[in-house]
């Protein structure tokens, strides 16, 4: 068992459990929703959903929100700060934490010079981390979270490789005028390669139910 795992096993059940039903998870915390807007922004032009949350009986979020108080952001980021610092202890990982607020979100940074596996494979560790750090400060503020909690610089990196990811397949599409599916992807990675399509004046759409939910990309027009 690695030290992640290990971690997780330690984390209290409610909490665990928690983590292990992500759809209950996401629905509280509003991961789905992040796919194609921030707080306070609109999707991007052309990205639409197929199989989206008004055909499958869950509640759809409003894509536009009132801007989030700073104070707010950051007594979240004190909150997810202290729980993850906790994991940390009971897996005996060392690691420094930043906070910040960028938008209206809080921002948790964990860095340190072994946390790879606090990432897992393609993110997993680090999403079911970020779900259990909304539902501990959910919890303490009786708010829906939308923090993002980062580890080792994984999401800056994954989201220059998936901007690269949809530029190159917009090119592709725009070059044979034919229809490309992408490999299957999380919300937040599906978010990033819709942005970077609209950029090209391409429409993107995501298809399938999770976890094998993935975008396509159409031709203009």
Same mark, same amino acid.
């Given at each position: *068992?690695?030290?992640?795992?290990? *971690?997780?096993? #330690?984390?209290?059940?409610? &909490? ?9 998870? /996401?629905? $509280?915390?509003?991961?789905?929703? &992040? ?13 639409t959903e197929l199989n989206g949350s008004d055909? =499958?009986?869950?509640? @759809? /979020?409003? +894509? #536009? /929100?009132? %801007?989030?108080?700073? $104070?707010?952001?950051?007594? /979240?980021?004190?909150?997810? $700060?202290?729980?993850v610092e906790g994991l940390l202890d009971i897996?005996?990982?060392?690691? @420094?934490? @930043? *906070? @910040?607020?960028?938008? =209206?979100? +809080? ?5 340190? $010079? ?21 539902? +501990? ?43 490309? !599916?992408?490999a299957a992807m999380t919300p937040f990675e ?5 942005? +970077? ?11 399938? !139910?999770?976890? =094998? ?5 159409? %031709?203009?027009?």
């Amino acid at each position: *068992m690695s030290q992640a795992e290990d *971690m997780l096993s #330690d984390v209290p059940g409610d &909490d665990r459990g928690a983590m292990v039903s992500t759809e209950s998870a /996401e629905t $509280a915390a509003g991961t789905e929703a &992040d796919e194609f807007a921030e707080p306070g922004e609109t999707a991007p032009p052309g990205a639409t959903e197929l199989n989206g949350s008004d055909q =499958n009986g869950e509640p @759809d /979020e409003p +894509a #536009d /929100e009132s %801007p989030a108080d700073v $104070a707010d952001l950051e007594q /979240e980021g004190e909150i997810a $700060a202290d729980y993850v610092e906790g994991l940390l202890d009971i897996a005996d990982l060392d690691g @420094d934490i @930043d *906070m @910040d607020v960028e938008g =209206n979100r +809080a921002v948790v940074s964990v860095v340190g $010079a072994t946390l790879d596996e606090l990432v897992g494979k393609r993110g997993e560790v680090l999403e079911a981390l970020q779900e259990l750090t909304r539902l +501990a400060v959910h919890r303490q503020t009786g708010e829906r979270a939308r923090l993002m909690l980062d580890v080792g610089g994984y999401r800056v990196r994954r989201r220059a490789e998936l901007t690269e990811v949809g530029r190159d397949a917009a090119d592709e599409v725009q070059r044979t005028g034919t229809p490309k !599916e992408l490999a299957a992807m999380t919300p937040f990675e599906r978010k990033i390669v819709h942005g +970077a399509v609209a950029d090209v004046g391409l429409r993107s759409e995501s298809e399938g !139910e999770e976890p =094998n939910r993935r975008v396509v990309v159409y %031709p203009a027009g």
